[in-house]
Each structure stands twice: as structure tokens, then as C-alpha cells.
């Protein structure tokens, strides 16, 4: 995999510039962090603290599977950007303000923003890429404007564009991102700006 490094960030100098930890990994995941770069803050998704055997192969394979697919989505607005690789095991991300769906929050899903929410995930479709993990809420964001950000493809599937697996065994999977969507909406608009998120009756 060729590495490229985002300035002023080096495995030396990562935990100096580390702002806060996001997520914890556990024993097959990174560690999400949030760092200061040179050029601003950045997210890395870092394998280094799971142990060798871990970090060596499958955080390895990961970080791979990941670039791939970001790679493909580059110029997507609801993926943040690669930005590049602090080394093998870490992978250093744009940072997207914003705030995670939940139910604690019905009012950040409105109609539009489910309309958006769909369009944006048959976008990655149509660049070849099935997320895998949309049944997650914590992997579908809201940023600062109210518009949908995907992140988190480390069990995304790319596909070649035009050969025998986008034509056979993407739909099926490209629908099965498609349902996880239902268990986000829809919602009602109430007063004062508020919503209430309601069953389908279908």
C-alpha cells in the first residue's frame, strides 16, 4: 500500500497532537482519534495499539479495504476525505463537524434529510461501493449544515464498475444498505423545530 504521509504528522509525534480519543477500539478495531494537524484537525483511525498479531494482519487488511473504498468515493460530499497515512496502520481522514443521529436527537432526521440520506448512499453505489455497516446510527452523521456524512468503511465492498460481481452480487447488497435506512425514519415535524420519529406502517 503506498503511504502517504499528511504533513506534519509523524507515529512520533501522533499521541503529542492527539486532541481527544473518539472511540476506543476493541480488539479488532482502531482507535478513532481527533489530532491537530499542520493544516487543521483530522481524523486518524489508528491499529497501532491492538497487539502485533492483530495490528500486522487484520488491522493491515482493514486499513487496505478502507482505502479502497474512500479512494472510490473521492469527491462524494457525504464522505469525508482521505487525506492520506500516518504508516500501515493508520489511516488520517478529514474532519466533518457535526452530531450523531439518535434517538435523543429525532429533530437532526427530517424528511430532507432522509431524501438526502438515500440519495447520498446510492451515490456510493454508483461509484461501486456498498457500505455494509449502515445498520449502525453512529456511522451516519449530521454535519453542521444538516446534511448527511457517512464514515466508518472499514466493511465496505468496492466493485469494478461494469464486471460480473457489480452486476450480480452488488444489487443484493446495495439493497441491503438501502433497508438498514428504514430504522432511521420516518419523522413528523413538531413545534418549535422538534420531531418525532415514527414506525412505517410498511
Same mark, same amino acid.
Do not use: Y
Given at each position: 500500500?503506498?503511504?502517504?504521509?499528511?504533513?506534519?504528522?509523524?507515529?512520533?509525534n501522533?499521541?503529542?497532537?492527539?486532541?481527544?480519543?473518539?472511540?476506543?477500539?476493541?480488539?479488532e478495531?482502531?482507535?478513532?482519534?481527533?489530532?491537530?494537524?499542520?493544516?487543521g484537525?483530522?481524523?486518524?483511525?489508528d491499529f497501532?495499539?491492538?497487539?502485533?498479531?492483530?495490528?500486522?494482519?487484520?488491522?493491515?487488511?482493514?486499513?487496505r479495504?478502507?482505502?479502497?473504498?474512500?479512494e472510490?468515493?473521492?469527491?462524494h460530499? &457525504?464522505?469525508?476525505?482521505? =487525506?492520506?497515512?500516518?504508516d500501515?496502520?493508520?489511516?488520517? /481522514?478529514? !474532519? *466533518?463537524?457535526? +452530531?450523531?443521529?439518535?434517538?435523543?436527537?429525532?429533530?437532526?432526521?427530517?424528511?430532507?434529510?432522509?431524501q438526502r440520506?438515500? &440519495?447520498?448512499?446510492?451515490? =456510493?453505489h454508483?461509484?461501486?461501493?456498498?457500505h455494509?455497516d /449502515?445498520? !449502525? *446510527?453512529?456511522? +451516519?452523521r449530521?454535519?453542521?449544515?444538516g446534511?448527511?456524512v457517512?464514515?466508518d468503511?472499514?466493511?465496505?465492498?468496492?466493485?469494478?464498475?461494469?464486471?460480473?460481481?457489480?452486476r450480480?452480487?452488488?444489487?443484493?447488497?446495495?439493497?441491503?444498505?438501502?433497508?438498514?435506512?428504514?430504522?432511521?425514519?420516518?419523522?413528523?415535524?413538531?413545534?418549535a423545530?422538534?420531531?418525532?420519529?415514527?414506525?412505517?406502517?410498511?
Amino acid at each position: 500500500m503506498h503511504v502517504t504521509t499528511v504533513q506534519g504528522l509523524t507515529r512520533a509525534n501522533l499521541a503529542q497532537r492527539t486532541v481527544v480519543k473518539l472511540r476506543s477500539g476493541g480488539w479488532e478495531s482502531p482507535d478513532v482519534l481527533l489530532v491537530d494537524s499542520d493544516d487543521g484537525p483530522v481524523v486518524v483511525k489508528d491499529f497501532s495499539p491492538r497487539n502485533a498479531l492483530v495490528a500486522g494482519s487484520f488491522g493491515r487488511w482493514l486499513i487496505r479495504r478502507e482505502r479502497r473504498a474512500l479512494e472510490a468515493l473521492r469527491g462524494h460530499p &457525504a464522505v469525508p476525505r482521505l =487525506l492520506g497515512s500516518i504508516d500501515r496502520l493508520a489511516l488520517v /481522514l478529514e !474532519h *466533518r463537524g457535526g +452530531v450523531r443521529f439518535t434517538r435523543r436527537r429525532p429533530w437532526t432526521f427530517t424528511p430532507e434529510f432522509d431524501q438526502r440520506l438515500r &440519495a447520498a448512499v446510492i451515490g =456510493l453505489h454508483e461509484r461501486g461501493v456498498v457500505h455494509m455497516d /449502515l445498520r !449502525h *446510527r453512529s456511522n +451516519v452523521r449530521a454535519d453542521l449544515h444538516g446534511r448527511p456524512v457517512l464514515i466508518d468503511f472499514d466493511s465496505a465492498m468496492t466493485f469494478r464498475l461494469g464486471g460480473w460481481a457489480a452486476r450480480w452480487v452488488m444489487p443484493r447488497l446495495a439493497a441491503f444498505d438501502l433497508s438498514c435506512l428504514r430504522k432511521f425514519g420516518p419523522v413528523e415535524t413538531g413545534s418549535a423545530g422538534t420531531g418525532r420519529q415514527t414506525r412505517s406502517a410498511a
